[in-house]
């Protein structure tokens, strides 16, 4: 392995694994298998090799009376397989951003960011068509631009934006600003009476961030 990348005839296999437990969670290796249409023994082989690298750890979950299921998940470390939009240089122009401008001046240009974000989503956003419609090309959008975004409809006709993966995080941490200018950017891009509320956030500890995109209720 070298700068994060599998090499090797198993590379496919390998990060197919990498991919599955970034947008699904933690997955037992019967699950992986079925998935990639692989033999479990060849998966627990990939998953053991995985681990040695440091890229996955496994916890024991005991359900009903058999044996304990072994489920695997991904380790911090395993962030470095997907895209990070340069972290290191990211954050390095933050922090001397925010000195030579100030914190006011600098979240007036996070939130000129943000206006032209709104202004390109929206040219590609039919606000028009149906809730559905729009959450799901919104999330073609983030898809391409990294998040391993998918859709989800809600029991109650709502639609879940779900992020497994961010591109900025790191940045995110270093200025927590980047986060609800983005939730803003979401709102103002989406038809109106809509109501979005983020309800899981990778800043907070959660695995992914997941956005609820709800129609507004009627007031009587």
Same mark, same amino acid.
């Given at each position: ?12 296999t390998r ?12 997955? =037992? ?32 979950? =005991? ?64 606000? /028009? ?28 006709? /709502? ?10 995080? =790191?940045?995110?941490?270093?200025? /927590? ?11 103002? =891009? ?14 907070e500890g ?7 995109? /709800? ?6």
């Amino acid at each position: 392995m070298k700068d994060g990348k599998y090499k090797g005839a198993h590379q496919e296999t390998r990060g197919k694994i990498l991919g599955l437990l970034k947008m699904r969670g933690d997955l =037992s290796s019967s699950l992986l298998a079925e998935a990639l249409g692989v033999s479990a023994m060849a998966v627990r082989q990939h998953l053991r090799e995985l681990e040695g690298e440091g890229d996955v750890s496994s916890t024991d979950v =005991s359900i009903g009376k058999g044996r304990p299921t072994k489920r695997w998940t991904l380790t911090e470390r395993a962030n470095r397989h997907f895209v990070d939009r340069h972290r290191e240089l990211v954050i390095d122009l933050f922090d001397e951003l925010r000195e030579a401008l100030g914190p006011d001046d600098f979240g007036a240009v996070l939130i000129k960011r943000g206006e032209r974000q709104v202004k390109w989503y929206r040219a590609r956003i039919d606000r /028009s068509l149906s809730l559905e419609e729009q959450v799901q090309t919104l999330v073609e959008i983030r898809d391409q631009e990294g998040y391993m975004a998918e859709v989800q409809e809600g029991p109650d006709g /709502s639609f879940l934006l779900i992020e497994n993966h961010c591109p900025i995080c =790191s940045a995110a941490k270093s200025c /927590s600003k980047l986060c609800s200018v983005e939730f803003d950017v979401f709102r103002r =891009s989406i038809g109106e009476g809509v109501l979005v509320k983020r309800v899981e956030h990778i800043l907070e500890g959660s695995r992914r961030c997941v956005y609820q995109f /709800s129609p507004k209720q009627a007031r009587a």
